[in-house]
């Protein structure tokens, strides 16, 4: 067999979902055998992941690579077509890399885990295709199936109020995806041609005010799970009921999907359209970053003060889309591989936290830092990430996206200045809101009621090495972006040429450059 031809992308979405499949005849009753079997499934895709891209994928080709495609319901035009690119890539690389942690992170499950571990491997193969499809009508499909594991892993293995958290869940993110469905058909029966290929309706000639439609269509579903202000309340509810290892894969994978389809969908496919949303985009972005981040100041509990600063990190993501620039686009790129490594640290140590504790209210803790040190030292080290502290990947995306918008010409000068200010403000607010969660967790006076009641052991082994080997990426990326950046350099650079040459004013000035360039006297004539 020639390994070049091998369908790794059908493999590696299949895999999980077809050893999913066996957990329920593995005999075990306390979920020993099975939480291994998960780990172990979990490995090995994540190895044929990072095999696939290692072997088959050339950094310098912008266009898409490993691409497979089957006919699959041929009478509806549908195709089982994947592919991975600049974009998808680095998403499904963490994908595997988080889900096998999450796993992980799942061992003290004991309530129905043949279920649970069924519903995260699942769920891997389903989040991995979203990244990977390059058929519309299969996108709406993988997207939808999707969120059925995390309504159940919400509803079942939840907190007190977890029924209203995975219903507010599955009716915003289904409503959206029925945005994506009507956007998909008009897109496919547009023009002479019948198709559902991404590569060929991009390259149908739409009418701008028929673009202009299917992007505000695109952008409600997106809107819901990036997500953007004020479509966002199901994800402090979701992150309030959460175990800590669905946490991870919120905020490490879900919120993402959001992000990607975004850049895949909006601009990249509707490129006119992006130039006449894009400053909707910017002023939406704004207002992620500084309302979620006053509101994440005055939450009380512990949940939702990460939930609402994941939301103000997301409006980065935005801001980066929407700046016309290779450097604002590579900083959106960026940040959302940051935050999935920094909001998935976040959360499992605020899982690990509550395990001891018994309680998510800051006011009922305080002074912990004595008898956990090692969780202390952990939770501060992920804070100061996530803060962007310089050396660490969140520092490194921020500023990308700061400085490409604010070299971006495709903007006047003054609305530059009113955003990249408020930009600024959001960022101060970061630190302030994540220094004084930390205060009020382990510095202080020890609660005696809390310390008195609960047996505050350190972290162990098993949660040391994952928050470890969250770490290692971040601090890696921090200190040498290039390790990441060079995966999709190519992919963005094009995209951006392509969405540059929509905006009218800059079509414009490369007209009249072009006219002066072939006007102007040659040298030594």
């Known amino acids: 067999m020639n390994i070049a031809n091998f369908p790794w992308l059908t493999t590696i979405i299949l895999f999980p979902i077809a050893a999913s499949l066996l957990l329920p005849i593995i005999p075990d009753k306390e979920g020993k055998t099975v939480r291994w079997y998960s780990l172990v499934v979990g490995l090995i895709d994540f190895a044929l992941i990072v095999y696939a891209f290692y072997t088959g994928y050339d950094f310098s080709n912008p266009d898409l690579q490993l691409v497979e495609s089957y006919p699959w319901v041929p009478q509806l035009g549908l195709n089982w077509s994947v592919g991975a690119d600049g974009l998808s890539m680095p998403l499904i690389i963490l994908t595997g890399f988080i889900t096998t942690l999450a796993i992980l992170a799942a061992w003290p499950v004991t309530f129905k885990p043949k279920l649970f571990y069924f519903l995260i491997l699942a769920m891997y193969g389903g989040q991995i295709a979203v990244f990977a499809v390059q058929d519309m ?6 997207w939808e199936l999707e969120l059925v594991p995390i309504y159940f892993l919400l509803s079942i293995w939840g907190g007190k109020r977890r029924q209203y958290a995975a219903t507010k869940f599955i009716l915003y993110t289904a409503g959206g995806s029925l945005f994506i469905l009507l956007s998909a058909l008009t897109m496919g029966f547009y023009g002479d041609t019948v198709t559902f290929d991404m590569r060929a309706i991009a390259l149908k000639d739409f009418a701008l005010n028929f673009q202009l439609a299917l992007y505000a269509g695109f952008l409600i579903a997106y ?3 990036l997500p953007i202000i004020p479509l966002h309340t199901w994800l402090p509810d979701a992150h309030g009921e959460a175990t800590a290892p669905v946490h991870m894969l919120l905020a490490g994978i879900l919120l993402k999907m959001g992000g990607y389809a975004l850049v895949r969908m909006n601009a990249q496919m509707l490129p006119d359209a992006h130039a006449y949303f894009a400053p909707v985009l910017v002023v939406l972005g704004v207002v992620n970053i500084i309302y979620a981040a006053l509101t994440s100041f005055a939450q009380r509990n512990l949940k939702r003060k990460i939930a609402y600063s994941s939301i103000s990190h997301m409006g980065f993501v935005m801001i980066g889309i929407a700046s016309f620039t290779d450097l604002g686009l590579s900083g959106a790129v960026l940040q959302m591989v940051s935050h999935g490594l920094i909001g998935a640290s976040l959360f499992f140590l605020v899982g690990a936290t509550y395990d001891r504790t018994h309680t998510l209210m800051l006011d009922e803790m305080g002074g912990v830092a004595k008898r956990m040190p090692k969780i202390f030292a952990m939770f501060t080290t992920c804070s100061m990430a996530s803060l962007a502290l310089p050396g660490m990947s969140g520092f490194v995306a921020e500023l990308m996206v700061f400085v490409g918008f604010a070299t971006s010409d495709a903007y006047s000068s003054t609305f530059k200045v009113i955003v990249v200010f408020l930009m600024a403000v959001g960022v101060i607010l970061t630190p302030i809101y994540l220094l004084s969660m930390l205060r009020e967790i382990f510095y202080g006076k020890e609660n005696e009621e809390l310390v008195s009641h609960q047996a505050l052991i350190d972290a162990e082994p098993r949660e040391v090495f994952i928050i470890a080997c969250l770490l290692i990426p971040i601090i890696g990326i921090g ?47």
């Not at 009508?137 to 993988?142: D, K």
Request: aromatic residues 8%.
């Open 137 to 142: 009508l299969l996108f709406f499909l993988v």
């Open 223 to 225: 809107a819901v799970k």
């Open 479 to 525: 200190l040498y972006p290039k390790l990441l950046t060079q995966m999709y350099d190519a992919t963005t650079v094009q995209l951006t040429a392509r969405l540059r040459d929509s905006v009218p004013t800059l079509a414009q000035q490369q007209e009249e450059t072009l006219k002066v360039s072939l006007s102007a006297p040659k040298i030594g004539n």
